[in-house]
């Protein structure tokens, strides 16, 4: 029996999810199963008593028997504590114990993921559309930034759009910014502990949106460089964003490229 076959199995008996309708904490009545992700469950669930829906993020219980799982899962949790107050963020309502386990519990956040706008509703964005909401993002970014937190996971299922509004979800492998990789680290740039891993990910998120424009013409498999067609300083920016080319150190550096951009669009 290989590994992964025996971890499989401990999953699909230990990790079934809760039934609709169940009430947890006297309180939140589970609605849906919003997704399993790898070490945790996430129902949306109604709160009796603000009358308003809630993420619940269940700690699988077969993560549940390791502390470093109940470790990682309580650092969630700190870290959605100490996220500035903005309706782009979940605010965090509690942490949980009962027989079923570890649950966190927090705002649930409305809107359609940007996986699901661009691969399942075949939203297309241009290059002025990428950078605006680039810059939004920035925006939301810099918040936590300036509270020395970094998210890591800034990829399309965790960026939601709503109403005009962005929201950013999924803050399980946020850190807090470490003073001592605030030198070029040799992590991988996905997962360094400043605000540059951040960007790494702005730029594969950028990417994404880019590629929703295009019309391949050849079979022939091509660099993002070759097959996507930019203007030079958006061709740039995501250079730089992917530290091909030296990274942005601020915010402010990037944000100085996007006026640019947006001085020659109006000119
Ligand atoms: N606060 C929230 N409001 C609304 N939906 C949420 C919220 N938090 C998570 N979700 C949704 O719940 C689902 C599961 O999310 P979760 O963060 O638990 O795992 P994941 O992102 O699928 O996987 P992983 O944790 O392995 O990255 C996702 O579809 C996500 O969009």
């Known amino acids: 029996m290989t590994v992964a076959f025996f971890k499989s199995l401990l999953r699909s008996f230990y990790d079934v999810t809760l039934p609709r309708q169940q009430l947890l904490f006297n309180r939140y009545r589970v609605h849906s199963v919003l997704g399993m992700g790898s070490y945790g469950i996430t129902y949306k669930a109604y709160d009796c008593s603000t009358q308003n829906y809630v993420a619940i993020k269940h700690l699988r219980k077969s993560k549940a028997c390791r502390a470093v ?35 966190l519990i927090m705002d649930f ?65 946020a850190t807090s910014v470490s003073k001592a990789s605030t030198k070029f680290s040799k992590k991988h740039p996905m997962r360094t502990q400043d605000i540059t891993s951040d960007f790494y990910n702005l730029g594969h998120f950028s990417l994404f949106l880019l590629y929703s424009n295009y019309e391949p013409t050849s079979q022939l498999e091509r660099s993002w460089e070759e097959e996507l067609t930019l203007t030079p300083l958006v061709h740039q920016m995501i250079r730089r964003l992917l530290q091909i080319d030296a990274p942005y150190r601020t915010s402010q550096e990037l944000r100085n490229d996007i006026a640019r951009y947006d001085s020659k669009k109006t000119t």
């Open 69 to 103: 799982h109940r470790k990682a899962f309580h650092q969630e949790y700190e870290t959605l504590r100490s996220l500035p107050q903005s309706p782009s963020f979940p605010s965090v309502h509690g942490e949980y114990y009962c027989d079923d386990g570890y649950f």
């Open 109 to 173: 956040m409305e809107g359609t993921t940007f996986e699901d706008l661009v691969f399942r509703d075949g939203m297309i964005y241009s290059e002025e559309d990428t950078v605006k909401l680039l810059n939004k993002l920035l925006s939301l970014t810099d918040l936590f930034h300036n509270e020395g937190i970094v998210h890591r996971d800034l990829r399309l299922p965790n960026i939601l759009y709503h109403n005009h509004r962005l929201s950013i979800i999924d803050f399980g492998l």
